[in-house]
């Protein structure tokens, strides 16, 4: 073979350069029409690639308002917990939930099985979001964040919590597992008690780390309320009540106490009660607010405004006495527990004269007696704003017999909440100022409206006084050195067939101190199956009970015995003398 000769090597390698060159010219050529390509034509579409891998919005908790009792107690608070939530996309492209510690780990941590947490992340596999556990504790989520699994990331939100437990749990309600109200206070000031989340948005690395905030929008705290209620009446309240409804083999309670001057609730309470931080094994019906959702018919409480109404019209004087012989009418005999002939209008309220209050209502236009039982709150919506009340139900009759006219008057034919009894006695006890509830806090003087003659409720209101008193139907509603007008009430309940059962309801309502009334309080116990079941007997000792701790706590200073209770009512055989008869 001929070799190359020194000519021939030499041109040779000139061309070898210039392809070499020209490969490089061409590669770098082809590299900046790449990153032209990359940066002038496709940049928008690369960027929002990286932004889908790396960009997160952080939801930032806006806790719940508190809600406290009058004096700052809280009775409902938001604890800071986190939600465990998973990206299947994510954990799947990552080789998926395997079977490693760490994965098992987490499943032990969220009281799952390994198979079980693989099922619901590998149930959407193209998922961005699927809760795995709500309202974990910071500890743990701190420790579940440490696990640093792909795909596995944590929330901010919140738990709410009660430190009263089941005190005033019926009227507070409670929330889901979303921080909305779903049950009572809760509920009925949802739009107050919620404010807005926040947000972050935040860059991550491949690890999960944040190494950039974008951008913030800070949440939006909610509005704190502050309730009328006062923790300490509350307890006191609701342990009378329980105590009172168990003992009487009851099927159910309420009890409501009403600051008179401002008109608001003091205390609310029902039985059966629940723990709204363990509902576990409570029933639906548990969760009832039967202060405001109840309805009865109300009995003998209602007598005070028969007699007002009486004397308003100029039927009867304060010193009247009244016959009240057992009689017939429509083919019903009206008669008394007791017999007595005659009665003063006092002794109609004391011995609870079912006779005495007919005779006066057919002596008056049935309107009259329907006007004041509307405007002292019968039959109306007391305003609370709370979700469940009843407006109770006042009759719409063309025709009234003398029978209906006559039972009217001692309480059958119209339903009422233990809530618009307590208003009814609470505008009693500002001797005829009608005053709006409330179930916030507010500050005095709330102006109320006039809705009869103060000297005229201010005299039927030292008649109640009677009941309490030795020979009265409420002696057991006594508070030992206070003055309280009283008025007790029993009345049949009506079967799921409308007619009349041998079922009771038993109340107790009244104001003390009665020369200077501040607070008003009503007791309801439902079906007492006991034995006893007349508001003397089942609801009277609770009122007494009740009523004597608040006076108590409350540093309201003794007013004792009227000072004419001797004269209250004399009874000398079958003649009733009062002075000026």
Not at 341 to 351: M, N, S, V
Not at 463 to 478: D, I, R
Not at 536 to 560: H, K, T, Y
Request: charge should be neutral; include cysteine; hydrophobic fraction near 40%.
């Amino acid at each position: 073979m001929k070799k190359k000769s020194d000519g021939d090597t030499r041109n040779f390698t000139p061309i070898r350069f210039a392809l070499l060159c020209t490969a490089i010219l061409l590669s770098m050529a082809l590299l900046l029409g790449r990153v032209a390509w990359l940066q002038i034509v496709t940049p928008s579409k690369l960027v929002k690639q990286e932004d889908m891998r790396s960009l997160r919005e952080v939801t930032t908790a806006s806790p719940r308002g508190m809600i406290t009792d009058r004096e700052g107690r809280p009775l409902a608070v938001s604890v800071p917990v986190n939600a465990v939530w998973a990206d299947p996309k994510t954990i799947i492209s990552k080789g998926g939930v395997g079977y490693n510690e760490r994965w098992q780990a987490l499943a032990s941590a969220l009281h799952l099985s390994l198979s079980t947490l693989a099922e619901r992340v590998n149930s959407n596999p193209e998922g961005r979001f699927i809760y795995l556990a709500r309202q974990v504790s910071p500890q743990q989520a701190e420790w579940i964040d440490k696990l640093n699994l792909p795909g596995i990331n944590l929330r901010e939100e919140s738990r709410r919590f009660y430190p009263a437990g089941h005190v005033a749990a019926n009227l507070i309600g409670f929330t889901n597992i979303d921080g909305q109200g779903i049950e009572g206070i809760e509920k009925s000031f949802n739009a107050q008690l919620t404010g807005k989340p926040g947000s972050r948005l935040v860059r991550k690395d491949k690890f999960g780390h944040v190494i950039e905030n974008i951008t913030e929008v800070n949440p939006v705290p909610a509005h704190e309320l502050q309730l009328s209620i006062d923790e300490r009446l509350q307890t006191v309240t609701e342990d009378a009540l329980d105590n009172a409804v168990i003992w009487n083999k009851a099927e159910s309670g309420a009890a409501v106490l009403i600051n008179i001057p401002t008109g608001e609730i003091l205390s609310m309470a029902s039985y059966p009660d629940f723990n709204p931080n363990n509902r576990e094994g409570a029933q639906l019906d548990d969760f009832r607010n039967r202060a405001i959702s109840d309805t009865f018919e109300p009995g003998s409480t209602v007598k005070p405004l028969v007699i007002m109404t009486a004397l308003q019209q100029g039927i009867v004087q304060p010193d009247s006495v009244i016959d009240t012989h057992p009689f017939i009418l429509d083919g019903h005999r009206i008669r008394d527990v007791g017999y007595y002939p005659e009665l003063t209008l006092t002794g109609i309220l004391q011995k609870s004269s079912d006779t005495g209050v007919s005779h006066l209502s057919l002596a008056m236009p049935v309107q009259k007696l329907m006007d004041t039982y509307k405007s002292f709150g019968f039959g109306v919506p007391t305003g609370l704003g709370l979700t469940g009340e009843s407006s109770g139900l006042l009759p719409k009759r063309r025709y009234w017999s003398d029978l209906d006219r006559a039972t009217f008057a001692f309480g059958y034919g119209l339903m009422v909440t233990p809530l618009q009894l307590a208003h009814v006695y609470a505008t009693i006890g500002s001797f005829g100022i009608y005053r709006p509830l409330s179930i916030t806090k507010v500050d005095p003087p709330v102006i109320g409206t006039r809705v009869m003659p103060e000297e005229l409720v201010h005299e039927v209101e030292h008649m109640m006084e009677s009941v309490a008193l030795p020979g009265g139907g409420g002696t057991k509603a006594a508070v030992r050195d206070y003055r309280i007008a009283v008025k007790t009430g029993t009345a049949k309940k009506i079967g799921d067939d409308g007619k009349y059962v041998d079922k009771y309801v038993a109340y107790t309502a009244g104001v003390a101190p009665a020369s200077n009334p501040r607070f008003a309080l009503v007791v309801v116990i439902n079906n007492p199956q006991n034995g006893a079941y007349y508001g003397g007997a089942v609801s009277a000792p609770v009122f007494s009970q009740i009523m004597g701790d608040v006076l108590r706590l409350e540093n309201v200073e003794p007013d004792g015995m009227p000072a004419d209770s001797d004269h209250l009512l004399v009874m000398h055989g079958s003649h009733v003398a009062v002075p000026g008869s």
